[in-house]
């Protein structure tokens, strides 16, 4: 079965390899320039259901794993990636707000701030500031351009967004809503560190499982046991 399998990707495989060296043009310096061949479309996707097959024959279990890695890796990848956005989020909005602070307290109007400001503020939030300050000069309104670009951020962002289309479209005093934002984003801020750093010691069990205590056991316990196996009387 291994055989005839292994004959049948074979005559698929070298065929196509051929075809697709005769179907290029012959140019000059082509053996130190060209990349290796590739598998036309087609032809690769013969060759990975053959070889699932045959996975499936000789080891069914290495096929449900490849088949699980298949489906799950790249949700991993996907979930992790929201991970890290939302966390740079929650890390730039804070800084954000205090250079807001520091804009308003010298007596800078906010349509000159935010401009001034982006430029200072961590992805992704100083990305959405500048998107905003551009339709704004497009002919957007300022308001419902901040609401648009920070929005899409999460929910606190959202919240900044408002307090800062308030004071732009009615005049709310822009201070005090920037204090009470600021205050519960270094909170969250600071809750998220704190539950990172609780999860260190979970994260460094399974390095301290598998490499730690083996390696101490066979600095430790090994010499004493083959000490005492030369120890005994024969």
Same mark, same amino acid.
């Given at each position: !079965? #291994?055989?005839?399998?292994?004959?049948?990707?074979?005559?698929?495989?070298?065929?196509? *390899?051929?075809?697709?060296?005769?179907?290029?043009?012959?140019?000059?310096?082509?053996?130190?320039?060209?990349? &290796? +061949?590739?598998? &036309?479309?087609?032809?690769?996707?013969?060759?990975?259901?053959? !070889?699932?097959?045959?996975?499936?024959?000789?080891?069914?279990?290495?096929?449900?794993?490849?088949?699980?890695?298949?489906?799950?890796?790249?949700? @991993?990848?996907?979930?992790?990636?929201?991970?890290?956005?939302?966390?740079?989020?929650?890390?730039? %909005? +804070?800084?954000? @707000?205090?250079?807001?602070?520091?804009? #308003?307290?010298?007596?800078?109007?906010? &349509?000159?701030?935010?401009?001034?400001?982006?430029?200072?503020?961590?992805?992704?939030?100083? =990305?959405?500031?500048?998107?905003?300050?551009?339709?704004?000069?497009?002919?957007?309104?300022? #308001?419902?351009?901040?609401?648009?670009?920070?929005? +899409?951020?999460?929910?606190?962002?959202?919240?900044?967004?408002?307090?800062?289309?308030?004071?732009?479209?009615?005049?709310?005093?822009?201070?005090?809503?920037?204090?009470?934002?600021?205050?519960? %984003?270094?909170?969250?801020?600071?809750?998220?560190?704190?539950?990172?750093?609780?999860?260190?010691?979970?994260?460094?069990?399974? +390095? *301290? #499982?598998?490499?730690?205590?083996?390696?101490?056991?066979?600095?430790?316990?090994? =010499?004493?046991?083959?000490?005492?196996?030369?120890?005994?009387?024969?």
């Amino acid at each position: !079965m #291994t055989a005839a399998l292994l004959a049948v990707v074979a005559a698929l495989v070298v065929p196509a *390899l051929v075809v697709g060296e005769a179907s290029r043009p012959l140019t000059t310096g082509r053996l130190l320039r060209t990349p &290796p +061949p590739s598998l &036309p479309p087609g032809t690769r996707k013969a060759a990975g259901v053959l !070889m699932a097959v045959g996975l499936g024959v000789l080891a069914p279990p290495l096929l449900v794993l490849a088949a699980l890695g298949w489906w799950g890796v790249p949700r @991993v990848h996907a979930r992790r990636r929201q991970l890290e956005h939302q966390r740079a989020v929650r890390h730039a %909005l +804070p800084d954000l @707000v205090d250079l807001l602070q520091l804009a #308003t307290t010298a007596g800078v109007a906010l &349509p000159i701030a935010l401009p001034l400001v982006a430029p200072h503020t961590p992805a992704p939030v100083g =990305p959405a500031l500048h998107a905003a300050h551009r339709a704004a000069v497009r002919g957007r309104p300022r #308001t419902d351009a901040l609401v648009e670009s920070l929005a +899409p951020l999460g929910d606190r962002a959202h919240a900044l967004a408002h307090v800062l289309g308030d004071h732009l479209r009615y005049g709310v005093p822009l201070l005090p809503g920037l204090e009470r934002t600021g205050l519960e %984003l270094r909170l969250e801020r600071r809750r998220a560190a704190e539950l990172e750093a609780r999860r260190v010691p979970v994260r460094l069990l399974a +390095p *301290l #499982t598998t490499c730690v205590l083996p390696a101490f056991a066979l600095l430790t316990v090994v =010499p004493l046991l083959v000490a005492s196996l030369e120890a005994l009387p024969l």
